[in-house]
């Protein structure tokens, strides 16, 4: 019976492949995976962007479908994503070094009376942990627990030193009470609390020596005009003596009295001279004025004010603005004539 049973079946099998059209035949080895969107495969175009659907959290296995907070795309699924010291157990994330629930290893619960402490069960908590609800908790770094049991931090906060402060923006750091770019930041330069020195830029995370505009040299870390300064007249490191003028980087006697510097024999007050801003022959521009020293558009000052961002500023002892635009005094230094010195007590 049942060889009878194997031959109709196979009989039956070669009339159905038999049958049929040519034209209507499917094609069993043809590619169905075939990229008809432009993208190529695995991505496929979500909106006017190829995006692989196999990892793209916002579109996860197909356009639009986003996981939800937490969550991570894997192989076109959405599923939970657990910290560096969290594990999953189920559908969650634990921490298997203090949950009663999982002490040690999913599934594994201590006893009514005991609390997880370093993924062990036992009767007190270990080292400075504090006992919240069986689990041994870090109540200065806990996020669920910061400060004592069950103070949760909200979302986009972290726990540190048992507060809840705001989480810092990707690519900035928390350098005590700010967030700052230890790229860019001249009081923490590649790390917290890592100051450059007064003439210093940070680039990169580097202190360095900041590029000097044309027409003017950096001796030392300060950007002078050869050509024109009594301190580098002619080169860095030669000075002129007192009552002498740099012209054209040769010292030379001057007539001028105090501020007024001579100028190709003319003495012009480089502090307000549009002509001769802030040095002999440094000429303002249409509609610029010279305040302070410097050409400036717009507002103006009266000396010895600078305008420095929109506002009218003493930059001998502005520590925002300490000698000049924008040259902020390192913390717990102050600004003195011009440049920025750390308290004396």
Do not use: W, Y
Not at 9 to 24: F, K, M, T
Not at 129 to 148: K, L, M, R
Not at 184 to 201: L, Q
């Amino acid at each position: 019976m049942m060889r009878t049973c194997f031959f109709v079946a196979a009989l039956s099998a070669v009339i159905l492949v038999g049958c049929g059209d040519d034209d209507s035949a499917v094609d069993a080895t043809a590619d169905t995976t075939e990229d008809t969107s432009g993208c190529g495969l695995p991505s496929m175009m979500c909106g006017d962007a190829c995006i692989d659907v196999r990892s793209d959290p916002a579109n996860c296995g197909a356009c639009a479908n986003a996981c939800a907070a937490g969550e991570t795309c894997a192989d076109g699924s959405c599923a939970l994503s657990c910290s560096a010291t969290e594990a999953m157990c189920g559908d969650a994330c634990v921490d298997l070094n203090s949950d009663p629930a999982h002490c040690g290893a999913c599934a594994n619960a201590c006893e009514a009376a005991q609390v997880c402490s370093s993924a062990a069960c036992g009767a007190t908590c270990e080292g400075a942990t504090t006992n919240c609800g069986g689990a041994c908790v870090d109540v200065t770094a806990d996020p669920s627990h910061c400060g004592f049991c069950a103070n949760a931090c909200v979302a986009g906060e972290l726990c540190r030193e048992g507060a809840c402060i705001e989480e810092c923006a990707s690519g900035t750091s928390r350098c005590r009470d700010e967030c700052v770019d230890t790229m860019t930041s001249e009081t923490h330069c590649g790390g917290c609390g890592i100051t450059c020195a007064d003439g210093e830029t940070c680039e990169a995370g580097t202190c360095s020596s900041p590029l000097c505009p044309d027409g003017e040299t950096l001796c030392g870390r300060v950007c002078a005009d050869t050509s024109t300064s009594t301190a580098h007249c002619g080169g860095c490191g030669s000075p002129c003596r007192i009552g002498e003028v740099c012209d054209g980087g040769t010292c030379r006697s001057s007539g001028c009295r105090a501020p007024l510097v001579d100028c190709s024999g003319t003495c012009v007050d480089v502090s307000s001279d549009e002509a001769n801003c802030g040095r002999c022959r440094n000429v303002c521009g249409r509609g610029e004025s010279c305040v302070g020293g410097r050409c400036q558009l717009g507002l103006s000052c009266r000396p010895p004010l600078v305008l420095c961002g929109g506002e009218c500023v003493d930059t001998s002892m502005s520590i925002e603005h300490c000698g000049r635009c924008g040259n902020m005094c390192p913390a717990r230094q102050l600004c003195d004539d011009g440049r920025c010195s750390f308290v004396r007590k």
